[in-house]
C-alpha cells in the first residue's frame, strides 16, 4: 500500500476541521471564565465564610456549567436570527468587529446576563444536592469544611447573605468587569 501524497493529506486535513478556527473566541472565553471565577469566589469567600479553595472550586464548577448552558443557548438562539444579524455576530465573535449598538445586542447581552445567572444558580443548587446526598451516604468519610459550610448557610441566612443573594450580586460584578473588559478589548 502507497503512501499518501502530501496534497491527499492537507485535503484530509481540510475535509476533518473547519477552515475558520475562533481563536479569539476561544481566548476571551478562557479571559471571562478566569475573570469571573477570580470575582465571584472573592464573594463566595467572604459573604459565605468558605475557605478560598472551596470558593474557587464552586464558582469553577457553576461558571463551567453556566458557560455550557450558555453555548447551548446560543446555537438555538442563533438559528432563529436573520442573515444580517448572524453577520453581526459572527463578526463580533469571530473578528472582533465591533458594531454599532443594536437591539439585538441589547437583547443578547440581557440574555446571557440572564441565563447564565440561572445557570449559575441551578448549578449551585446541584452542587449543594450533591454534596447533601454524599454527606448522607459516607458519613464516615470526613467532609471538607467548605462543603459543611455550603450546606449550612441555608441555616445562617439570618446572619447574613442568602447564597442566591451572593451569587446574583457576584454575578452581577463579574458581568460588569466582564463587560468592560470586552469594550476595552474592541477598542
Request: charged share 10%; proline share 4%; hydrophobic share 50%.
Amino acid at each position: 500500500m502507497a503512501a499518501p501524497s502530501p496534497s491527499q493529506t492537507s485535503s484530509f486535513f481540510l475535509i476533518m476541521f473547519p477552515t475558520v478556527l475562533p481563536l479569539r473566541a476561544f481566548l476571551s472565553q478562557i479571559l471571562i471564565l478566569w475573570l469571573a471565577i477570580a470575582i465571584e469566589s472573592w464573594f463566595f469567600q467572604k459573604s459565605l465564610m468558605l475557605s478560598p479553595k472551596t470558593s474557587v472550586e464552586y464558582t469553577a464548577v457553576i461558571n463551567l456549567f453556566s458557560t455550557c448552558i450558555g453555548w447551548l443557548t446560543f446555537f438555538i438562539w442563533e438559528s432563529f436570527l436573520s442573515k444580517d444579524e448572524v453577520e453581526l455576530l459572527m463578526g463580533y465573535i469571530l473578528l472582533g468587529q465591533w458594531h454599532p449598538v443594536s437591539v439585538v445586542l441589547i437583547l443578547a447581552a440581557f440574555l446571557i446576563y440572564t441565563i447564565s445567572f440561572l445557570g449559575k444558580w441551578k448549578g449551585l443548587e446541584i452542587l449543594r444536592l450533591l454534596l447533601l446526598q454524599t454527606n448522607q451516604n459516607t458519613s464516615t468519610i470526613p467532609v471538607p469544611i467548605g462543603s459543611r459550610n455550603l450546606v449550612r448557610n441555608q441555616k445562617k441566612s439570618a446572619q447574613g447573605f442568602t447564597q442566591f443573594g451572593v451569587l446574583l450580586i457576584a454575578h452581577t460584578c463579574s458581568h460588569c468587569v466582564i463587560l468592560l473588559v470586552l469594550y476595552l478589548e474592541s477598542k
